[in-house]
């Protein structure tokens, strides 16, 4: 074999070699990243679960795990939207909209996602797309249809906002669309894109086609303040051969409010109107424009004797937030024959506040009146307008014992309001403790560390509350308890054993009361450390423990929510 050969041999061998070895390691690479791809896919499977965790924490580091994974989670999270398991789906919706506008190459599938058998599936793809913003513009189209389904209608509307101006033709061009429900889903959409609509509000304010005109309207009042913009055009929309449109209008105004000055010789017309929803609509926009409004008193009070209740009662309401000038005439109101116009003129004073004392002796008589949300009413406005306590209290003291539970919850509401000078009425509260309503027992509950920051009479009945089975009531006699502060210890073992309490919170406000307590509250220290475990309550725990003497360490994970919250009492609501 020559040396020539011999040397053209180990070439190519060695060329082999080298593309063996190449090939190797190609294939290895490939293996290494689907096999990291493997592993990524498990982790993100893994998180998707841990976003329905019972767990608060759990929830939190699974939402932030996701995030910092970022876009490259998002074929993944796609992949999860195919997934047999409703809760999978959901949550890999969820995801990408956390990821937000980096998602957008799961536009595509989430559209198709609308189109779920689960509605929590399709309403948290559509909130996703919100998330997703301008970079979802593609989904306009699904979105306005999925304003068709009930279930997802809501969050369909706040994905067309943030879409934003892309949006904008396509919900102009649905504002004509027959369902009711639809029309009224975009002029929100509209709303909540804001100014960038105007041009096309505006111009849709002369469309045709009356629904079209009439929601143009009322998505010029969802955009408020800034649409001053749109003032000549809705105060034309005031003369519109539409009823509905005109009352769109007035009401439109009335949200835009203080800036809609130009419009009032206008809707004094419009008080006129044959139509009575665009009177009452007129003189609520008047309202709405309060105090610059005063040159429209003399045509609101003369409203007041007109035949509409509906119309009489809108300017009771319109008159009270225009100023003390309308007192006397809401004086004179509060002897309508309807019990709806009453309440309205009621009520009215309470906005005016203090400049409106001269209707004090009305609003007392109004106590007495036979209707019971006449007789609520005046007891909510008493607390506001700072009456002479001397002569509201016997009153308020009776309505205690009122048979309707919203009567007498707002008279004990009202004594709280009054504050320490209602200390004569202490000993009515401490019984309103033992109510059969748990709506009067909360409220009563809640006013007595108010009026009586000391109570030491009303402790015991405030120990009894804490175990009551209504929790509104055992949270409010915990508040009550913080408010009394150190004199409070005797209700130490009580304030103890809420800290395990079902509801989270109860079980905060017990905390919170016990730091109000001070170092008299030592003996709660053990369960005040136990009590840090629970993620409901650890800040607050902390914080009580600072506070009786006893130093620990700060939560890293949870913020701080030392402040009690105002709960909700659902009381029925008025006419």
Request: aromatic share 4%; net charge negative; glycine share 6%.
């Amino acid at each position: 074999m020559s040396k020539f050969t011999k040397y053209h041999l180990i070439i190519k061998f060695t060329a082999f070699c080298l593309c063996l070895l190449l090939f190797t390691s190609i294939i290895g690479c490939q293996t290494i990243r689907k096999a990291a791809q493997t592993q990524d896919e498990a982790e993100i499977q893994t998180l998707l679960k841990e976003l329905n965790s019972p767990s608060r924490e759990d929830r939190w580091a699974a939402k932030e795990a996701l995030i910092k994974i970022g876009p490259e989670a998002v074929p993944a999270l796609i992949e999860a939207l195919k997934d047999k398991d409703r809760y999978v789906r959901s949550s890999a919706a969820r995801a990408l909209g956390l990821i937000g506008p980096e998602a957008n190459e799961a536009v595509p599938a989430l559209i198709e996602a609308l189109k779920d058998r689960d509605s929590d599936v399709r309403r948290t793809t559509a909130e996703a797309l919100g998330e997703i913003g301008h970079e979802a513009k593609e989904a306009v189209a699904a979105l306005i249809e999925a304003l068709k389904d009930k279930d997802v209608q809501w969050a369909a509307t706040g994905a067309l906002g943030e879409i934003g101006l892309e949006a904008v033709p396509a919900l102009i061009e649905a504002l004509n669309d027959p369902d009711e429900y639809v029309r009224d889903s975009v002029a929100r959409a509209l709303g909540i894109i804001g100014p960038e609509a105007l041009p096309a509000l505006i111009k849709a304010l002369k469309d045709q086609n009356t629904e079209a005109r009439e929601y143009a309207a009322e998505a010029l009042g969802e955009i408020g303040p800034d649409a001053k913009e749109a003032l000549p055009a809705l105060i034309e929309a005031l003369n519109d051969s539409n009823e509905y449109v005109r009352a769109s209008a007035a009401e439109a105004l009335g949200k835009i409010g203080l800036d809609a000055k130009e419009a009032l010789p206008a809707l004094i017309e419009a008080l006129n109107d044959s139509n009575e929803y665009v009177r009452a609509s007129a003189a609520e926009a008047l309202g709405e424009i309060g105090p610059d409004a005063k040159e429209a008193l003399p045509a609101l009070i003369e409203v007041l004797n007109e035949p509409s209740e509906y119309v009489r009662g809108s300017a009771a309401e319109a008159l009270g937030k225009i100023g003390p000038e309308a007192v006397p005439a809401l004086i004179e109101s509060l002897k309508d024959q309807n019990e709806w116009v009453r309440e309205y003129s009621v009520r009215a004073p309470g906005e005016i506040g203090s400049e409106a004392k001269g209707a004090l002796p009305a609003l007392i008589e109004a106590l007495n009146d036979k209707d019971r949300y006449v007789h609520w009413a005046a007891t909510e406005t008493l607390g506001k307008i700072d009456p002479e306590v001397k002569a509201v209290l016997p009153a308020l003291i009776e309505s205690l014992n009122d048979p309707n539970e919203c009567v007498r919850a707002s008279a004990a509401g009202t004594l709280g309001e009054i504050g320490p000078e209602a200390k004569e009425a202490l000993p009515a509260l401490i019984e309103a403790l033992k109510d059969k309503n748990r709506y009067v027992r909360w409220a009563a509950a809640r006013v007595l560390g108010k009026v009586d920051p000391e109570a030491k009479e009303a402790l015991p009945e405030l120990i009894e509350a804490l175990k009551d089975k209504d929790r509104y009531v055992r949270w409010a006699a915990a508040v009550s308890l913080e408010e009394i502060g150190p004199e409070a210890k005797e209700a130490l073992p009580v304030l103890t054993e809420a800290l395990k309490d079902d509801d989270r919170d109860v079980r905060r406000a017990a905390a919170v009361a016990l730091g109000e307590i001070g170092p008299e509250a030592k003996e709660a220290v053990p369960a005040l450390i136990e009590a840090r475990k629970d993620e409901d309550v650890r800040w607050a725990a902390a914080e009580a423990l600072r506070k009786i003497g006893h130093i620990t360490v700060r939560d890293p994970i949870t913020p701080p929510k030392i402040m009690t919250v105002m709960l909700p009492v659902p009381v029925s609501g008025g006419h």
